[in-house]
């Protein structure tokens, strides 16, 4: 999930891996994704996908 405040669940869940996609919508602005890793798309990791 690319919000904001499932990753924070996540992470006080215990998942340590953790990455944020700050553009998930190239149609709105890049979001501040606060202090977690990020990356801007999935395509920048799954670039067939």
């Keep these: 999930?690319?919000?904001?405040?499932v990753l924070n669940s996540a992470?006080?869940?215990?998942?340590?891996h953790l990455l944020a996609i700050c553009n998930p919508d190239s149609r709105q602005p890049h979001k501040d994704c606060e202090d977690f890793i990020?990356?801007?798309?999935?395509a920048r990791v799954m670039p067939d996908a």
Excluded: M
């Design 1 to 5: 999930d690319d919000s904001l405040p």
């Design 38 to 42: 990020a990356i801007d798309s999935f």
């Design 11 to 16: 992470r006080a869940y215990g998942i340590a």
